[in-house]
């Protein structure tokens, strides 16, 4: 493999579980690539992996040919920025605090400045909601402000965990729409979702897992039209 973000034979335990088998995934520059599959499939293991958050038994990941170090920190710091599933914000923090945590390790204030100007730009309602508790806003409006919040470290790479959980399919559509305009703006994008069709159909490629392994891989299309992958991994 040879992308912007490769991960090569990944291997994750969760105790004695072992929850990731040899993964092999590359997403190049500019594109979105989706990681489908059914609950429990390993997708949000393999999300967290990569962001550092838990420990690689085996296997590499690397970002433009640099392994990644061992600390969430560190990463977010070369260039990923994770959006975890269910958000995780800062819930008693208002949204501008929680835009503030994006980018607390940044010293560039000017830019970062420019950054926040630019998230109002994609969500205008949170420059609205801007002293309000992150706790008291609607659940898309959370999900707004926890990929705001992702931006605001401006990262390279922006990982989205099951982005439309729990939302209404108008506010889904959306946030779609914003995930395409991110990408149209540079950003390259690794994608986790419960919605197999619908982040296919904005992605450039994908990987279809199963029981902790990679089952399938292919252009979008390919995926979507293969009538087998549709019925067993797409609830056809």
């Not at 170090?69 to 958000?87: F, K, N, Y």
């Not at 982005?163 to 703006?185: H, K, M, N, Y």
């Not at 897992?209 to 089952?215: D, L, P, R, T, W």
């Amino acid at each position: 493999m040879s992308g912007y973000l490769d991960v090569s034979g990944l291997h994750v335990y969760y105790g004695g579980i072992h929850a990731l088998h040899g993964i092999d995934i590359s997403v190049n520059r500019g594109e979105i690539v989706s990681v489908v599959g059914v609950n429990g499939a390993g997708k949000s293991t393999l999300m967290w992996s990569i962001a550092g958050a838990l420990p690689v038994a085996r296997g590499s990941v690397t970002l433009d040919g640099v392994r990644l170090p061992p600390r969430p920190h560190e990463i977010v710091a070369l260039g990923i920025s994770l959006v975890p599933e269910r958000r995780r914000l800062f819930t008693a923090l208002s949204v501008e605090e929680n835009l503030i945590m994006g980018a607390i390790r940044r010293s560039d204030k000017d830019m970062a400045e420019r950054d926040r100007e630019r998230c109002f730009t994609l969500y205008p309602v949170l420059k609205e909601r801007l002293r309000q508790r992150a706790g008291t806003l609607s659940g898309g409006e959370q999900q707004m402000l926890a990929i705001a919040r992702a931006l605001m470290s401006r990262p390279s790479l922006l990982m989205l965990d099951e982005p439309s959980l729990g939302l209404a399919p108008i506010v889904t559509e959306s946030l779609f729409d914003t995930i395409c305009q991110i990408r149209d703006e540079g950003m390259t994008v690794l994608l986790v979702e419960q919605n197999a069709f619908q982040a296919l159909e904005i992605s450039d490629r994908g990987y279809v897992m199963q029981s902790g392994e990679i089952v399938a891989s292919g252009t979008s299309r390919e995926l979507l039209e293969n009538r087998l992958i549709r019925k067993a991994y797409l609830g056809e």
